[in-house]
């Protein structure tokens, strides 16, 4: 499904048994230990009376000042030579593509449920406070969550198990070590004496196991992790100020069953919808022609 390419390749033997490891863990510790730092520093801010912006600034700052630079020292020391993160024009457009792909999913969900009588559309809402806090939302995203996390989780952490697994055994090594990441770091804050994060359930799991998924069959599909990227941004903009109806949204909307946006928009259209659009895209991409396929793998 796809190629990562590195100065030492593996298919003739002399790729080290331990690089990939290496590599690999290397990528995961980067995300967990520096999303825990970040915790800790948000905590830190919290106890000394900071106000709630305040301390999303300082984690976020904190996860991408020890992440992103973690990640370019890894790929740098161990000579990878897949491209994740040079905002060219293409990956601007790739970019743009995985935000506007999600949103319009979002849009097919609301609509399905609509027609379907689930969801009625009461009001919608515009403010310059509300474009305010939604642009404040997608910066802090950004930095603490949607690029620290493709860089390390869909770039780096791939990229050295793909030095030693096919695609496929890739794939699901990513996804149950992306799983893994808050496991981690809950357990790190319980032993740390701190307030766990967000509760750790069958659910959770679930869609952090297709949510993983779907941003790393964009990859696939892109050879870019900008389109992860905007996907990663849209859904979480969606998810906060559209779909999960809290103070500050642009849409309110009844629902006929209790936990349809979520359960169905959100979850079942959004990821599960995406996943298998982005799935069938990939299948195709593999049965075009092999000069013109090779042309548009390249690194992925």
Request: charged share 10%; proline share 3%.
């Amino acid at each position: 499904m796809d190629r990562i390419t590195s100065s030492a390749k593996h298919n003739d033997g002399r790729e080290s048994s331990g690089r990939w490891l290496a590599i690999t863990a290397l990528g995961w510790l980067a995300m967990t230990l520096g999303l825990f730092t970040a915790t800790v520093a948000g905590n830190a801010v919290r106890a000394s009376g900071g106000a709630d912006n305040t301390i999303s600034v300082v984690q976020a700052m904190t996860a991408v000042l020890l992440i992103v630079p973690a990640a370019y020292l890894i790929q740098r020391r161990f000579r990878l030579t897949a491209k994740l993160l040079p905002l060219t024009p293409a990956a601007f457009l790739h970019l743009l593509g995985g935000g506007a792909s999600a949103l319009l999913m979002g849009g097919i969900g609301f609509m399905i449920t609509g027609v379907l009588g689930w969801t009625t559309t009461i009001a919608w809402h515009f403010s310059v406070d509300l474009l305010l806090a939604i642009a404040f939302s997608t910066c802090i995203a950004f930095l603490y969550e949607a690029m620290p996390e493709e860089l390390s989780m869909r770039g780096i952490v791939y990229s050295g198990l793909r030095l030693r697994l096919p695609a496929y055994a890739a794939y699901g090594a990513q996804v149950l070590l992306f799983v893994l990441v808050p496991v981690t770091v809950n357990q790190l804050q319980a032993w740390s004496g701190l307030d766990r994060g967000n509760s750790i359930n069958a659910e959770y799991v679930i869609m952090l196991l297709c949510f993983g998924t779907v941003l790393q069959l964009w990859r696939s599909l892109t050879g870019s992790l900008w389109a992860s990227i905007g996907f990663h941004l849209a859904y979480l903009a969606m998810a906060r100020f559209v779909i999960l109806q809290r103070d500050r949204s642009i849409l309110t909307y009844n629902e006929l069953e209790a936990g349809t946006g979520p359960v169905v928009i959100q979850f079942g259209v959004v990821i599960v919808g995406t996943a298998g659009l982005l799935l069938l895209f990939n299948l195709w991409r593999r049965r075009m022609p092999g000069p013109y396929r090779m042309n548009n793998c390249a690194g992925r």
